[in-house]
């Protein structure tokens, strides 16, 4: 597989997924590559935003895994494959926080997430910088952060983010709204703060001191 450059890059979407899957089931390279493109810069954006202290090495793990047990995946549909690419991301993930013995919480900033807030042109998010994001994204529980990291960073929807945290949708759906209306009232902490700011800065003379 091609590694290095294609991860930090952007995704490169599968055309052919049936056809590029059963490639890859006959150990054709090409296939595999295609495959890597595709999900090793959503991988690497949700093990950086997870706290990953190794997001690369996360990456290079988890497709070690894929390769080895694809003889075991009995799913053909895209979204069935991506759901259980990010569930051995996850329990990947889970393990290094168990050796680590603590709750990782030093976010890195992954374009993909400030890429993914882009999208949300009437939202206020769309507006911050991406290091305020992952700031806010800190004060969320675990269970939130997933999900919206799944979400914005990864670009999964809501069946395959149940797929992958074991969850029901219904319960995705709102830990998704919960973390998104957090992250809003968080922002308008920031935001009154930054007015208050504002408003106790003195008034500066009109040009030419005031003098005619």
Do not use: C
């Not at 919206?148 to 709102?174: N, S």
Request: charged residues 30%; hydrophobic residues 40%; proline residues 5%.
């Amino acid at each position: 597989m091609e590694q290095g450059n294609h991860a930090r890059g952007s995704a490169v979407p599968i055309r052919d997924f049936d056809h590029t899957l059963r490639a890859a089931r006959r150990g054709r390279q090409s296939a595999w590559d295609a495959i890597y493109r595709d999900l090793a810069p959503r991988l690497l954006g949700y093990a950086r935003a997870q706290g990953a202290p190794d997001p690369e090495d996360l990456v290079g793990e988890v497709f070690l895994e894929v390769v080895r047990s694809l003889p075991r995946f009995t799913g053909s549909a895209e979204e069935q494959f991506r759901a259980w690419v990010f569930t051995i991301a996850r329990r990947r993930l889970i393990d290094v926080r168990r050796r680590a013995g603590r709750r990782l919480l030093q976010l890195s900033a992954p374009q993909e997430l400030e890429a993914a807030l882009g999208g949300f042109d009437e939202d206020a998010l769309a507006r911050l910088s991406l290091e305020h994001v992952l700031d806010l994204l800190g004060h969320l529980s675990d269970d939130q952060r997933e999900v919206l990291v799944l979400r914005l960073v990864v670009g999964l929807r809501t069946g395959e983010i149940a797929a992958v945290t074991d969850r029901h949708p219904e319960a995705v759906k709102g830990l998704a709204k919960r973390g998104l209306a957090r992250l809003r009232e968080r922002l308008a902490v920031g935001e009154r703060h930054a007015d208050a700011d504002v408003a106790d800065e003195p008034t500066p003379p009109p040009l030419g001191g005031g003098r005619r």
